[in-house]
C-alpha cells in the first residue's frame, strides 16, 4: 500500500530554467494539495485539487507557478522561469473522498528545489 | 484571519521532562485542529487530532487541551523521549484547506 510518492525527491536548477515536480496520491486519494516549505519556516498552502479540477489556488504565486491533476497520471505542479526564492522543500499531501472529512493530509516526503 | 500562531520555535526538554507547545487562531470557523511531527528530510504525518467541541484529547504520551473560548490549543508530550525530537506543526482545518503554524523544533537530551 503505496503512501504518497513524489518525484524528484532533489531537483536542482539554473536561473530561468523550469522546474516540474509530481506527485501520484495514495491509491483511493482523489484530493491533492500542494504546500511549500521554507528552511525554518512552516508550511505554506499553495493549491489544492481534485482530478481535473483546481479548487483553491489562493496560495499560488500568480506569475510563473501552475498546477494540474489529470484524469489519468500524476499531479505536476510547473514552476518557470524558476529564481533563488524559488528554492524551497515542495510537499504534497492527498486525502481521500469522503463526507466526512476528517481533516487528516497524507503527506509525500517532498521534492526539494535548489535554484543556482 | 487564517493564520495560526505557534510558540516557540524551539524547544530543548530534558528525557521524561513534559514538551508544551501552544498555538492560537483567529477564525471561529475552523472545525479540526491537527498537529503534525515532522522528523528531518521526511514529510510531515499525522500526530493527534481534536475537533472544537472537545476539550482534551490524549493518545498515549500525547495530549491535545483545547480552549475554545480562548481560540487557543496546546500539545503535551509526557515522559518525553529523545526518539520525539522532531519538528512539531499545529493546524487548523477548514473546507478541507489545512493552515499550519510555523512549527517548533523540539529536542529532547539524554
Known amino acids: 500500500n503505496a503512501g504518497v510518492m513524489q518525484n524528484p525527491r532533489h531537483l536542482v536548477r539554473r536561473r530561468g530554467q523550469e522546474a516540474r515536480l509530481r506527485c501520484s496520491p495514495m491509491?483511493?486519494?482523489?484530493?491533492v494539495y500542494w504546500y511549500r516549505q521554507l528552511p525554518e519556516e512552516g508550511l505554506k498552502f499553495m493549491v489544492y485539487?481534485?482530478?481535473?479540477?483546481?479548487?483553491?489556488e489562493s496560495g499560488m504565486p500568480k506569475e510563473r507557478f501552475s498546477a494540474e491533476f489529470p484524469k489519468e497520471g500524476p499531479s505536476i505542479l510547473r514552476i518557470q522561469q524558476v529564481v533563488r526564492g524559488d528554492s524551497a522543500a515542495y510537499f504534497c499531501?492527498?486525502?481521500?473522498?469522503?463526507?466526512?472529512?476528517?481533516?487528516?493530509?497524507?503527506f509525500g516526503e517532498g521534492s526539494r528545489l535548489t535554484v543556482l | 484571519q487564517q493564520q495560526v500562531k505557534q510558540s516557540p520555535q524551539s524547544l530543548i526538554v530534558q528525557k521524561g521532562g513534559i514538551s508544551i507547545i501552544n498555538c492560537a487562531y483567529e477564525?471561529?470557523?475552523?472545525?479540526?485542529f491537527p498537529w503534525y511531527q515532522q522528523f528531518p528530510g521526511k514529510g510531515p504525518a499525522l500526530l493527534i487530532a481534536?475537533?472544537?467541541?472537545?476539550s482534551e484529547k490524549k493518545e498515549g504520551r500525547f495530549t491535545i487541551s483545547f480552549n475554545k473560548s480562548a481560540k487557543q490549543f496546546s500539545l503535551h508530550i509526557m515522559d518525553s523521549q529523545p526518539g520525539d525530537s522532531a519538528t512539531y506543526f499545529c493546524?487548523?482545518?477548514?473546507?478541507?484547506?489545512?493552515?499550519f503554524g510555523t512549527g517548533t523544533k523540539l529536542q529532547v537530551i539524554p
Open positions: 499531501a492527498s486525502s481521500p473522498e469522503s463526507t466526512g472529512y476528517t481533516g487528516e493530509l497524507f
Open positions: 491509491k483511493g486519494h482523489s484530493h
Open positions: 493546524a487548523a482545518s477548514l473546507y478541507q484547506k489545512v493552515t
Open positions: 485539487l481534485q482530478k481535473e479540477n483546481i479548487i483553491d
Open positions: 477564525n471561529t470557523a475552523f472545525d479540526y
Open positions: 481534536i475537533r472544537p467541541d472537545v
